[in-house]
């Protein structure tokens, strides 16, 4: 396992895409957290949701990092590296509301 993510350049400033996850609300479905992918700005639900929007967005793009898009919550996931970690000098963490 990767001691850092590596793919840190493809972070941009991102707008969300959704107040919720974006697929669940065209769906009707429900989530349990949401996370913000971090070179889109795509919304989705995490792994413990029924169906693991944020995981399959990286897989149909390959956009590897995401944060946490909850109130609170500053980390970040690097899929690439399978890496959860905090950026020291980022902004305040995005969040629902």
Known sequence: ???????????RDVIPSADGC?????????WV????CMTCGHVGCCDSSPNSHATAHWRQTGHPVVRSF???????????????FQVPDAPPAPSHR
Do not use: N
């Open 22 to 30: 974006q697929d669940c609300l065209a769906t009707g479905d429900r």
């Open 33 to 36: 957290h949401l996370r913000i």
């Open 70 to 84: 909850e109130p609170g919550e500053d980390w970040w996931w690097c899929y690439e590296d399978q890496l959860g």
């Open 1 to 11: 396992m990767a001691q850092a993510c590596t793919p840190l350049d493809e972070v």
